[in-house]
């Protein structure tokens, strides 16, 4: 090790100059969600009442998949359950839950899983500040949530009908972003769980 220490010290004293960095430019990416009319036709509603789904994949492993079966075993229902009796007009309930899904293991060995969620209406994210008021429900998504937060790999996405897409990129509903800042408290520090 002190040869590449003398090495290097000789290199600098022959250049005279200190070495120097060059600026490193990153990059940032992220998946954006896309902008869709939230005021869909009536009778497209009443014909194809979901206009968007948010899926989590992620993957659980083995280790974890007793206790994760246990968990939905106990909330899946209740989650279900407990968003009706928040909203229990049915047309007013513009998120619905659709289940938590397992396929096969990938290449890592893990289980790979897929959470599920249906929007309707008008502008269901907004929704989401309402059902996460309620400690019941938040301590249940929370649950199923940090399966997601837990691993690495994860990735998220939201899906609307391609006939309700709109290319305005300055759409922001105040409403809209109340429930989006929700989603993002009631997600905070899961992978410490």
Not at 89 to 111: Q, V
Not at 124 to 139: R, T
Request: with cysteine; hydrophobic share 40%.
């Amino acid at each position: 090790m002190t040869d590449n220490h003398d090495k290097l010290r000789s290199l600098v004293r022959r250049r005279s100059t200190a070495p120097s960095a060059a600026v490193l430019e990153t990059e940032v990416r992220s998946q954006g969600a896309p902008n869709f009319l939230t005021e869909a036709d009536p009778e497209l509603q009443d014909k194809l009442p979901t206009i968007a789904f948010w899926e989590w994949n992620y993957g659980v492993s083995p280790a974890d998949i007793p206790d994760f079966i246990g968990d939905l075993q106990n909330d899946e229902f209740a989650i279900i359950t407990r968003i009706e009796q928040i909203i229990p007009e049915k047309d007013d309930r513009m998120i619905e839950y659709r289940g938590t899904f397992i396929s096969a293991t990938g290449e890592r060995g893990w289980y790979e899983c897929r959470t599920v969620w249906a929007y309707r209406g008008d502008n269901p994210i907004a929704q989401w500040a309402q059902l996460l008021e309620d400690a019941q429900f938040k301590l249940m998504f929370r649950r199923v949530r940090r399966r997601w937060a837990n691993d690495p790999a994860a990735t998220e996405r939201l899906m609307s009908l391609l006939q309700l897409y709109t290319y305005d990129d300055d759409f922001v509903d105040p409403d809209f972003a109340d429930g989006q800042r929700a989603l993002m408290s009631a997600s905070a520090g899961l992978s410490n769980d």
